[in-house]
């Protein structure tokens, strides 16, 4: 079985300010994660995913999160928050097999106040 | 980019009444589609996987009678919420998702807004 943790369900930075959203996951294998964003009303937009490789993964809009594996975490990051960065980020996981399915998150909504 | 469209954007239907929502893959072919339902503020809760032809997978809690499903073709997808009633009133988005092995990703639609009166 696998989960997806992200601790804080509201994150509210100042514009120019670090973003930092946080993801642990479980899974008995070693998994593929994503990260996605969600604005209002609208579907899932892929920010990035790791599959294998690089650890460091970059993504749109000046994204990037780090697999650790030791941490089984995950965390999302941005130098330079930006207004238009306010949404919903949903952290998913899925073990690579071509049957398995997404597990997502609960949420994390990041406000950016001026 | 894959692209997934869902048709209609938004619906408001009676209570009673059936409403079919489409899910279009657009520029790849979708061996599998997921239908997901996300509540106001929630995360997306899988409510069945399908694969084209075949029968689809209703997660644990998930009425199949209600939510009828059919995956006729590779590019198309469609989740019909029978007998609606207000408590059905949710966000359902579809996600596609190919067998290529170079895609290791879905690609969701932009969702459907169902308001049950």
């Known amino acids: 079985a696998q989960s997806v943790t992200q601790l804080g369900s509201h994150v509210s930075v100042s514009e120019g300010a670090l973003v930092l959203l946080r993801c642990n996951y479980s899974?008995?294998?070693?998994?593929?994660l994503f990260w996605y964003v969600q604005y209002p009303n609208q579907g899932l937009q892929l920010l990035l995913k790791?599959?294998?490789?690089?650890?460091l993964v970059k993504g749109i809009n000046g994204f990037e999160a780090e697999f650790k594996k030791s941490e089984t975490s995950f965390h999302l990051t941005k130098p330079s928050a930006h207004m238009s960065d306010a949404a919903e980020y949903f952290c998913a996981v899925r073990n690579t097999g071509t049957a398995s399915k997404l597990t997502f998150g609960t949420g994390t909504r990041l406000q950016v106040t001026l | 980019g894959a692209v997934v469209s869902q048709h209609p954007s938004w619906v408001i239907c009676k209570s009673g009444t059936s409403v079919k929502i489409e899910c279009r893959s657009l520029d790849f072919q979708a061996t599998t589609m997921f239908w997901y339902r996300q509540f106001p503020k929630q995360s997306l809760m899988l409510m069945a996987t399908s694969n084209e032809g075949s029968k689809a997978t209703y997660e644990q809690g998930v009425e199949k009678d209600k939510f009828l499903i059919n995956h006729a073709s590779l590019t198309l997808s469609t989740l019909t919420v029978t007998s609606a009633h207000p408590e059905d009133s949710s966000f359902y988005i579809c996600s596609a998702r190919t067998q290529n092995p170079t895609y290791n990703e879905q690609f969701f639609g932009p969702g459907t807004r169902l308001t049950v009166l």
């Open positions: 790791y599959t294998t490789g690089a650890t």
């Open positions: 899974s008995s294998v070693p998994p593929y």
